[in-house]
């Protein structure tokens, strides 16, 4: 299984919802990671999480809250978004140098 | 910081080579990938490149050259379906990926 899986693919939320991304690999890779990217831009990294623990935030505002529950689940807490954080919300898994990713979470907030 | 340069745009035809090249300015470099991604698509990993010289996978080819910050990638026998955006990207270890802005590659018949 060289897959990883986010749901949902598609959602739409108003600004005072709380809603949740999730994501799962099963190649037992350590590193997993949380990417944003807006139509015709660059994936930006947002968090890295290295075994399970929380190892890179590049500075996102507190409205988007990581969590690993375990190592083959990364979930991505959402409230209160703006409409500007509409994009594509990609989950990438890795084991040494080749990052696989998820097809993403393309999210509208209204 | 880190930062990436590469062409927003290249345009070739069905079955030629295209080359799209990459200079990187970046601490604690650990190598060059290079992803594809289609629209409406996930990106999907090529290759990578951690020290000087060519490496060859099928029709693509990426080559880095450490000294002068530059690498490029090369595709051969291009094909319709190539059409795509490539990324280069710099790694710090399992630091996350920093992308470049993206090579939009349209293949004319």
């Known amino acids: 299984d060289t897959e990883v899986t986010q749901t949902p693919k598609h959602l739409v939320m108003g600004m005072t919802n709380k809603k949740s991304l999730k994501c799962e690999q099963h190649m037992g890779h350590r590193a997993m990671y949380w990417y944003k990217q807006k139509a015709k831009k660059p994936p930006e990294l947002m968090f890295v999480y290295s075994y399970e623990k929380l190892s890179i935030n590049e500075s996102v505002p507190s409205r988007f809250s990581p969590e690993c529950p375990n190592s083959s689940l990364l979930n991505l807490h959402l409230h209160a978004l703006q409409p500007e954080d509409s994009a594509l919300y990609l989950c990438?898994?890795?084991?040494?140098?080749?990052?696989?990713f998820g097809q993403g979470t393309r999210l509208t907030v209204v | 910081g880190q930062s990436l340069e590469q062409p927003s745009e290249v345009t070739a035809v069905e079955g030629a080579i295209v080359q799209i090249n990459c200079t990187y300015q970046t601490s604690g470099f650990y190598g060059l990938s290079w992803y594809q991604q289609h629209d409406g698509g996930a990106p999907t990993f090529l290759s990578y490149n951690a020290l000087d010289g060519l490496e060859e996978t099928g029709r693509f080819s990426s080559f880095l050259s450490r000294s002068d910050s530059y690498g490029y990638l090369l595709l051969q026998e291009l094909q319709m379906k190539d059409s795509a955006s490539y990324f280069c990207?710099?790694?710090?270890?399992?630091?996350?990926?920093?992308f470049g802005k993206g090579t939009h590659l349209i293949i004319q018949p």
């Open positions: 990438a898994s890795t084991q040494g140098t080749e990052a696989f």
């Open positions: 990207a710099v790694s710090g270890g399992a630091d996350g990926l920093t």
